[in-house]
């Protein structure tokens, strides 16, 4: 089958709140790699060259392509992808998969050998994935109905789902870049246990006396600091700095956790800090399901959501299936989910200016040595102005 362009679909993003409000569902890190990353994996396995349309909200279409730090592309791999608000001016033979499917590489390989121009696949009243001709003119639709691929309902289901899809998809970054550990710095006092899945190490440091489990990842510029306990399903993205333990959680660009501490089952945005004996609870007493925003997620294991520009404050506690708002500032005792660009002691909050958290992004930047980014900031500004007129679902 040929098509000449892919298009990604985002699907109830506001199940991703707080995350979708500063990134595309598209963008959002699972299983060591951004979503697209993972198509743009498969496409490379099977020899494509097709034109990547990422179809957004408007200000995340304006400001993310001049943001997003990729690890495809630090490691020089040649693509194309462009972020629109609108599906109206794509035309041509087009692969249309929407951000509900789970992007597993084996079974995109099985639809894609059993899906032509023409059929669509669901699960009951959601689109997963399906071909068109040509998007002026399309015609009645084939439909399979199928609910037993994996599918992402909300953030949640990227931790669900995180580990298992990088066990599955690693085989193929593997093969792509043609070794587990590419330059990277391995201490001969730190433990490399692959026994439930490869430890892929890029441009990375692991110090002497840690102890890293796999499946994990470990992206460009992340170091792994001495007796760190790193399990199965952790994905440091990109410049990231850890220490303590950490399970199952996806830390994206920028982010750290150098001191002792715990993180399960979380997902970590970008530009985030978690202070010194900070601890995330991934199980309740009662060992029951954990409600996410109300919603049953159907875990007895979920941690924290912590959106964009995060600092959480030494010794704080932030209870399961909770989140903390982008440009937030947290310290103390978190049982109720934190709004967007909110100072908080323990749960007594206030709103942050805007300015300051600017000022706060620009001295954590230089922290890292690393350079402020205008359009990050204009992000800053979007993002504060969205999430006034966005409440929470």
């Not at 943001?67 to 001016?89: F, G, H, P, Q, V």
């Amino acid at each position: 089958m040929q098509f000449d362009n892919v298009i990604i679909i985002e699907d109830r993003y506001r199940n991703y709140y707080p995350i979708s409000i500063s990134t595309p569902l598209s963008d959002i890190v699972i299983g060591g790699l951004r979503y697209y990353e993972h198509i743009v994996l498969w496409l490379m396995s099977l020899g494509y060259d097709a034109n990547i349309y990422v179809i957004t909200r408007n200000y995340l279409a304006k400001y993310w392509r001049g943001i997003a730090e990729s690890l495809l592309t630090r490691l020089n791999m040649k693509y194309s992808i462009r972020y629109l608000d609108s599906i109206e001016d794509i035309n041509g033979p087009s692969l249309i998969i929407h951000t509900s499917l789970v992007p597993q590489i084996d079974t995109l390989n099985k639809i894609l050998r059993n899906v032509s121009a023409g059929i669509e696949v669901r699960c009951d009243d959601r689109v997963l994935i399906n071909v068109v001709n040509d998007r002026g003119n399309e015609t009645d639709r084939d439909v399979i109905n199928n609910c037993d691929l994996l599918m992402n309902n909300g953030i949640w289901s990227v931790i669900k789902w995180n580990t298992e899809l990088l066990r599955s998809n690693s085989k193929y970054l593997i093969k792509l870049l043609g070794s587990k550990n590419l330059d990277s710095d391995i201490s001969s006092n730190a433990i490399i246990d692959e026994r439930a899945g490869d430890v892929i190490t890029i441009n990375s440091t692991v110090e002497p006396l840690s102890y890293v489990k796999g499946p994990s990842l470990l992206g460009p510029g992340s170091r792994v600091l001495p007796h760190a306990y790193i399990r199965e399903g952790t994905v440091l993205y990109m410049n990231n700095a850890v220490g303590g333990e950490i399970k199952n959680s996806i830390m994206d660009v920028n982010s750290l956790k150098e001191h002792f501490s715990y993180l399960g089952d979380s997902y970590v945005s970008r530009w985030v800090n978690i202070g010194a004996g900070s601890v995330t609870s991934n199980l309740k007493n009662t060992i029951g399901d954990i409600r996410y925003m109300g919603i049953d997620t159907g875990m007895i294991k979920l941690g924290s959501i912590i959106g964009d520009w995060v600092k959480v404050g030494i010794n704080t506690s932030i209870m399961s299936g909770k989140y903390i708002g982008q440009g937030s500032s947290v310290i103390g005792f978190v049982r109720n989910n934190i709004p967007p660009f909110n100072m908080c002691i323990n749960n007594d909050c206030e709103r942050f200016r805007i300015d300051k958290v600017i000022e706060v992004y620009r001295r954590f930047v230089e922290l890292r040595r690393s350079s402020v980014n205008e359009m990050e900031i204009s992000l800053i500004k979007a993002v504060y102005d969205a999430s006034l007129h966005e409440p929470p679902p």
